[in-house]
């Protein structure tokens, strides 16, 4: 049995694995996620997914897969990291408000051998989300909760910025940042079928 390792800090990414009670122990990555050269949100998330896998290979020691996962939010094709001030989370939900935006998240499964050898597949998934228009009071009310903090976009769409969604065009787990239905089809072709956990 392949060991599962999850090689992502983000609670998010945790809580999805555990509602699918598959067994994984996380190995959190110290990947850096700056890229000096200018990439599309497709290549950005596949880039740094395999990035953040790769990082972790070397505290492998058995049969395992590692799951590296990246998300990034953008309007019209300019990409809204994580917030790093107030401010700049603020400006981001204006951006949004009352306009559709695109999510992309990229997941790489690096699947290591008990001889050590690798091999490793990258997808991508883009969902379309939709902003009702947010007032200012409500922008200002939705910061004061730190909901914002380490979030792409500088929202959680699981969370209180739920109220401001008016729709969704995708899967809701690539927002959150790990999407299922693409974990659940590439694992169980390498053999690990995640209903055997239920």
């Not at 505290?59 to 990409?79: F, P, R, S």
């Not at 947010?134 to 959680?156: M, P, R, V």
Request: proline share 4%.
């Amino acid at each position: 049995m392949r060991k599962i390792i999850l090689a992502s800090q983000s609670p998010r990414r945790r809580e999805i694995l555990e509602r699918l009670k598959l067994p994984f122990e996380v190995i959190p990555s110290d990947a850096s996620e700056d890229i000096e050269i200018e990439q599309s949100p497709y290549e950005w998330v596949k880039t740094l997914s395999h990035r953040k896998a790769l990082a972790v290979l070397d505290k492998v020691e058995c049969q395992a897969v590692i799951i590296g996962a990246d998300t990034v939010v953008t309007y019209l094709g300019k990409i809204l990291n994580k917030p790093k001030t107030y401010d700049e989370a603020a400006s981001m939900l204006r951006v949004l408000s009352g306009k559709s935006h695109t999510v992309y998240t990229g997941i790489t499964l690096l699947f290591v051998e008990e001889n050590g050898e690798t091999s490793c597949e990258t997808y991508v998934d883009a969902t379309e989300v939709c902003f009702n228009p947010i007032s200012t009071d409500e922008i200002e009310k939705y910061l004061s909760t730190g909901e914002y903090s380490d979030k792409a976009g500088g929202y959680a769409i699981q969370g209180f910025a739920s109220i401001f969604i008016d729709y969704i065009k995708g899967r809701h787990d690539t927002v959150i940042g790990l999407p299922v239905s693409i974990l659940y089809k590439a694992l169980k072709n390498h053999g690990i079928d995640i209903k055997d956990f239920w």
